[in-house]
């Protein structure tokens, strides 16, 4: 299963941009890249995804970079609510392959 | 509420025990998964089904894991003779399935066993 390098805790304050970094450089031609985070005590909740292309939702943006090997997952104004352990995945099948994620923090 | 269900929500045994955990996904979904999740870590995969067949297991699903979904709606985990490293989130989601599109997988709030 492909790899995902994430930080393990990043830190931020409330109503800033967030941009929270992914690497995987070994990406296959044929994987999407999907952004879940898990908010405390709760499962796993979608985010967005892509393969290619940037990608815009209402809860987030996606930029992916031009040869795939990184990608950034960006929260245009955080809230307290968006506090969340936020999980890159490399998914070119039907299972999710999770690593340990980034623990965010939203400072008030 | 028409989200993902799962009971119970806690469970404490005994070493040895056996226990089993049920899922109800979102209605009409035929595609559910079970994952596994410890403390500090991300979620591990056990296994999968598309509607009643099983069609990956993981495996981390030994032995003493059995998963069935007999009618393809609900599905049910068994542990047997449960060790104290089964301790964790026991994680179920469901997804609608269609043809090469990457579909969503929508989780459940867990199941957390705790074995003495």
């Known amino acids: 299963d492909a790899k995902t390098t994430q930080p393990n805790s990043m830190e931020s304050n409330e109503e800033e941009p967030v941009h929270l970094p992914c690497n995987h450089s070994?990406?296959?031609?044929?994987?999407?890249i999907h952004w879940y985070r898990q908010l405390p005590s709760q499962g796993p909740e979608y985010v967005i995804h892509?393969?290619?292309s940037n990608v815009n939702n209402r809860m987030a943006s996606l930029a992916i970079a031009e040869d795939r090997k990184s990608s950034t997952l960006i929260l245009h104004r955080a809230t307290l609510r968006d506090a969340a352990v936020y999980y890159c995945i490399l998914r070119g099948a039907q299972k999710l392959v999770f690593g340990q994620g980034t623990r965010l923090t939203i400072n008030p | 509420d028409t989200g993902v269900s799962q009971d119970p929500r806690h469970k404490i045994t005994k070493r040895g025990q056996n226990v089993t955990f049920r899922c109800d996904p979102i209605s009409e979904h035929n595609r559910l998964y079970w994952y596994r999740q410890t403390l500090g870590q991300g979620p591990e995969f056990l296994t999968y089904?598309?509607?009643?067949?099983?069609?990956?297991k993981s495996r981390l699903l030994s032995d003493r894991f059995s998963a069935e979904r007999p009618k393809g709606s609900f599905s049910t985990l068994e542990i047997q003779r449960t060790e104290q490293g089964d301790s964790a989130m026991y994680l179920c989601a469901s997804s609608l399935e269609r043809l090469a599109i990457q579909e969503t997988q929508y989780f459940g709030p867990g199941t957390r066993l705790l074995v003495l």
């Open positions: 089904f598309q509607n009643e067949a099983q069609l990956e």
């Open positions: 070994t990406i296959s031609g044929t994987d999407y």
């Open positions: 892509g393969l290619t």
